[in-house]
């Protein structure tokens, strides 16, 4: 690897030094310029207060920042220990995660702590849940509100698992966004937007990209913008038998949106869930299949949605199921567009391995005594593993190799079906419990192949 380069985007304030490297990445950085020496690469540290917790910020993100100088560790993606003789930390902290190094650590490399600026960020998870509208007249609702970040998100960003980089392609474009919208870059000079558009077959982890992508950056950005909501539009349900009350619902809720909007501190994510359905409701209205009453819907929402994408503070994240062009003309001029495809071998995997060991966790898997501490080895250090098979515990290398062949055998199937297959398999189990993990994967392997056999060409 060669010098490494901060790849981090961090806002910490306003008046803060921009620092590009030489990729063109933007690092914040709230001391004087050039204070970053070239070869520091900047991760960060995410720190998740109890919720118990009143302390301020500030003094946590000191205290953190004062901890790690003290511990000489290197740096990988997990958690970090809260050291228990630091009382203040032991009193707020619930958890401490150092997140995105693995660009960095790739062919073995370690991260040491001289090489690394931390960038610590702290927040407290709002444990209010989503809220939804509720009329009260029997009316679907028309979106849900969740105050980010959420702890019904806690842990999604780190469970999804893609090919690598496209989680953190996608949280360094929509960093950039606003950071230029922060710096005031004239739009009519450079141009950019903040419109996500994620796109691919049904199954592929899209909707809850969105929502984690949504919970990542309102941690990252926290300083900058203290309060950050998610408001997911329920399309379908605008579309309603109650097509009469449709343009009022719309009405209402971007009247809502707006409000949030004007305040400058609050950053708002909007999800629109598979958009070609606008797309569709509009074409069936137009050829005359459906009422009239709905293109007004939709044209109104997509009037709405225009308007909004010109406020700073807010993001618009899109998905949908299909591939093609999709005519809605806030989409496709989203400049954040990555398509979602179905698990690789790799990504594969590492799914099914984190399935396993949440089974070992809860020991619903187990059969010999040390099982619970059973941790299989991550696909990186798969092959290693299976090339020194005389100086690895047999039982271990046995499942690894079974892992390895469920995954292959689950070529095709989505994210989705994936995260179902152990619970397919163990229903299929003669003795559910404290079954044995070889055995259980065995049973994975047949129900992948019958899984598999089912999809359709
Ligand atoms: N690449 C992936 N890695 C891990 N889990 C995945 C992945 N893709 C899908 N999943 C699982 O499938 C679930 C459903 O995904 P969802 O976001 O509804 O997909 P989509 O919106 O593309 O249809 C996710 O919550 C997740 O548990
Ligand atoms: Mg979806």
């Not at 901060?6 to 490297?21: G, W």
């Not at 030489?22 to 995410?46: C, H, Y």
């Not at 998610?230 to 009247?255: M, R, T």
């Not at 071998?345 to 099914?352: N, T």
Request: include cysteine; glycine fraction near 4%.
């Amino acid at each position: 690897m060669s010098t490494p380069s901060p790849m981090e985007i961090s806002l910490q304030n306003p008046q803060d030094t921009v620092i590009p490297d030489q990729n063109g990445f933007i690092a914040v950085d709230s001391a004087p310029s050039p204070s970053l020496p070239q070869d520091k690469v900047l991760v960060s540290v995410e720190v998740s207060l109890k919720p118990s917790s009143t302390a301020r910020i500030d003094d946590v993100r000191s205290a953190v920042e004062r901890m790690l100088e003290k511990r000489s560790l290197s740096y990988t993606d997990g958690p970090v220990p809260v050291p228990p003789d630091d009382q203040f930390l032991t009193e707020n902290v619930q958890r401490i995660c150092i997140c995105d190094t693995d660009e960095w650590v790739q062919n073995h490399e370690i991260l040491l702590f001289w090489q690394v600026k931390p960038v610590v960020h702290v927040f407290q998870l709002s444990e209010e849940g989503a809220c939804e509208d509720v009329s009260g007249d029997g009316q679907p609702s028309t979106f849900n509100e969740w105050i980010l970040p959420a702890k019904e998100f806690d842990g999604m960003w780190e469970s999804l698992i893609y090919e690598s980089g496209l989680k953190q392609r996608l949280l360094r474009y929509a960093a950039s966004a606003l950071l230029f919208t922060e710096k005031g870059v004239n739009p009519f000079l450079v141009s950019w937007n903040r419109i996500v558009l994620l796109h691919g077959p049904p199954g592929t982890g899209k909707t809850s990209l969105c929502k984690a992508l949504a919970q990542k950056l309102s941690i990252r950005f926290n300083s900058r913008y203290p309060q950050c909501q998610l408001i997911e539009v329920n399309a379908h349900s605008l579309f309603s038998k109650w097509f009469s009350e449709s343009g009022k619902l719309v009405a209402k809720l971007f009247q809502k949106i707006q409000e949030m909007v004007e305040e400058e501190n609050n950053l708002v994510f909007v999800l629109i869930d598979e958009v070609e359905s606008l797309a569709a409701a509009r074409k069936a209205a137009l050829s005359g299949s459906e009422p009239s009453d709905s293109i007004r819907v939709v044209n109104a929402l997509l009037t709405q949605l225009d308007k909004l994408k010109s406020a700073p503070n807010v993001i618009i994240l899109t998905t949908s199921n299909i591939t093609a062009a999709i005519d809605i003309a806030f989409v496709d001029r989203a400049d954040i567009k990555a398509y979602v495809g179905p698990p690789t071998l790799q990504a594969r995997y590492e799914i099914l391995r984190s399935c396993l060991q949440e089974l070992i966790r809860t020991g619903i898997l187990s059969n010999f005594e040390d099982c619970e501490s059973l941790m299989l080895p991550n696909y990186g250090s798969l092959k290693e593993k299976l090339n020194m098979p005389e100086v690895q515990d047999a039982r271990t290398l046995h499942m690894c190799k079974q892992l390895l062949e469920t995954a292959e055998a689950c070529e095709g199937l989505s994210g989705r079906s994936l995260r179902k297959l152990p619970f397919l398999g163990h229903a299929a189990l003669a003795s559910p419990y404290g079954c044995d993990p070889s055995k259980f994967l065995s049973t994975m392997i047949d129900t992948a192949r019958r899984e598999r056999s089912e999809l359709p060409d």
